[in-house]
């Protein structure tokens, strides 16, 4: 089901500031900051693969691994529901009418809101602490000892994600989206630090050292963006009335963000759990043992890290382009919500381009799977029996990556309607699913810890269809003849590419090439090229005014 994801942001104008000159600019402004937001993160993308290609190399599928993936669910938790789920919705609606007609009263809003989730976050932080540090020892608590590094990351990661918002609404989007390269850097150097320590090795006795590279980030990220909010605060002349009433008017705003976060938060609370029950059933012989109620746990102790290897890569094209869509198209649909019809055309372009991309990605990475696993982790603490593993988990994760990628729209859709509650409603129907078919999968079939990635795809693509029809009630048809002629075109496309892929993946002998990481490396650059080509040229010759969004252009829709 969909994982709010750290979707990861020149002051004015703001994102729609060519709203203000045309009509036609109004429908169209989302594509160029959605590019804009998809270069940054690829750049943060490639560094976080870069990441994930020293952990695997250095940790490996190991116990050390899983207890790090448990320990950083809770901060992880907090991010999807604070940070980027419940708050930044209700705030991003109100910061942006104070924005346009009081921006002294928007900065105001702004330090209140940051100010006081910020001491609401620590206490809850402090709280965590003195929990952990009773909790009875059970002789192998490494997943606790991490966890208690890294909780001081939840209030700074969520600091981050909220002066995000802001700054989305100010046009400012690169720090919030190149945040995570801080992570990414600290998180690198942190675990060759860690394997120099540990004699060429990563484990228990050093994995600490990773967790304390997680709050170093914390700092320089929060640092970073909330400096970049009281940078890009508008300078007003010192006037005691307009202070005032900016004072009072940002008050009412908080009370407003409060309020129409309050029910996101209970319901998004359950969702979120969700995220954390996959986590702790991937973890459960980590943090309890290797059985439960007297039997053999049907997973073992490094089922966190390999599902933690698998997630990374179906992220890394979800973030670069379907949130980088999701982002940039909320605060224009948030600006459109009053006008039915600009509301509706926007959000089926932003379905069509995220389809576009999404499908593609989704069966592309499903297809050449074994050499993308390969390439990014294999070496030294990574053997093959690891890379075939992770590759069967990613493949029950990458078929609905289209979907993730369009819940994403769909939600926000929702939020910018001022229907918090409608999406929430649905995903704790969604939760309670997810939850049997995990139990299901992981207990009753040989799938294993795969089971948890594939109960999450089915979730994921059921939600979609319930969001789409529940949306297009309120809204309007989404599916009208641009939008299925638009998929069946994409459809089209794809199969094209994956035709190609696949001739050339029985044809071109990459085998020949003894060294096992150079031949997965060209095999998957070969095959990106040779399918990335056929799909853009089928496009192309479809005429798919897709393809131009793609690049951040005004394409005119047929």
Not at 154 to 178: E, K
Not at 280 to 290: D, H, K, M, Q, R
Request: hydrophobic letters at 55%; glycine letters at 8%; one cysteine or more.
């Amino acid at each position: 089901m969909e994982r709010l994801t750290p979707g990861h942001r020149q002051p004015p104008p703001s994102l729609l500031a060519m709203a203000d000159s045309t009509s036609k600019s109004k429908a169209r402004g989302f594509e160029r900051h959605a590019l804009t937001v998809t270069v940054l993160t690829v750049l943060s993308r490639f560094g976080g693969l870069a990441r994930e290609a020293c952990f695997g190399r250095l940790i490996g599928v190991s116990d050390a691994a899983s207890a790090f993936g448990f320990a950083f669910l809770v901060p992880n938790l907090f991010r999807r529901l604070f940070g980027e789920g419940a708050l930044s919705a209700a705030l991003v609606p109100e910061q942006t009418r104070l924005e346009e007609k009081d921006p002294r009263a928007a900065a105001r809003l702004a330090a209140l809101v940051l100010a006081r989730v910020g001491l609401f976050l620590a206490a809850i932080a402090v709280v965590g602490e003195l929990v952990i540090a009773f909790i009875p020892s059970s002789g192998d608590d490494l997943g606790l000892e991490l966890l208690a590094i890294t909780l001081p990351y939840m209030p700074l990661v969520c600091l981050t994600a909220v002066a995000g918002a802001v700054l989305q609404v100010r046009g400012r989007f690169a720090p919030a989206a190149a945040a995570p390269v801080l992570l990414n850097l600290s998180l690198v150097i942190a675990v060759f630090i860690a394997w120099w320590r540990g004699d060429g090795t990563v484990d228990g006795s050093t994995i600490g050292i990773v967790g304390w590279g997680v709050v170093f980030a914390g700092v320089a990220q929060a640092i970073w963006t909330l400096w970049e909010v009281r940078r890009t605060s508008p300078v007003e002349e010192a006037n005691a009335l307009a202070d005032r009433r900016a004072a009072r008017r940002a008050r009412f705003g908080f009370r407003r963000v409060v309020f129409q976060a309050l029910p996101m938060i209970l319901g998004l609370g359950v969702l979120q759990l969700n995220t954390f029950l996959d986590g702790l059933i991937a973890s459960w012989p980590t943090i309890v043992g290797p059985t439960i109620l007297g039997h053999p746990y049907p997973l073992q102790d490094t089922a966190m890290a390999t599902l933690g290897y698998a997630q990374r890569l179906y992220e890394f094209p979800l973030g670069v382009f379907g949130i980088a869509v999701a982002t940039a198209i909320f605060p224009q649909l948030t600006r459109e919500r009053d006008d039915v019809s600009r509301f509706a055309a926007t959000l089926r372009r932003g379905l069509r381009l995220a389809m576009f991309i999404g499908l593609p990605a989704s069966l592309g990475i499903a297809v050449v799977r074994r050499s993308f696993v390969a390439v990014v982790y294999e070496g030294m603490a990574f053997d093959a029996r690891d890379v075939e593993i992770v590759a069967f988990v990613l493949l029950g994760y990458a078929v609905a990556i289209w979907s993730y990628s369009i819940n994403h729209i769909l939600v926000r859709a929702f939020y910018a309607r001022r229907e918090p509650m409608t999406p929430v409603r649905i995903a704790i129907g969604m939760v309670l699913l997810n939850l049997t078919l995990n139990l299901t999968l992981v207990f009753t079939t040989p799938l294993g810890v795969a089971g948890l990635a594939w109960s999450t795809a089915v979730c994921a693509i059921i939600q979609t269809m319930i969001l789409g029809r529940v949306l297009a009630s309120r809204s309007g048809t989404l599916a009208d003849r641009l939008v299925v002629g638009s998929i069946l075109k994409t459809v089209a496309c794809t199969a094209a590419m994956l035709v190609a892929v696949v001739i050339a993946m029985n044809t071109i002998p990459f085998s020949m090439i003894e060294d096992t990481w150079l031949s997965a490396f060209v095999e998957l650059s070969s095959l990106a090229l040779i399918g990335g080509a056929v799909f853009i040229v089928t496009a192309r010759g479809l005429g798919m005014p897709e393809l131009g969004w793609a690049l951040g252009r005004d394409v005119a829709v047929e």
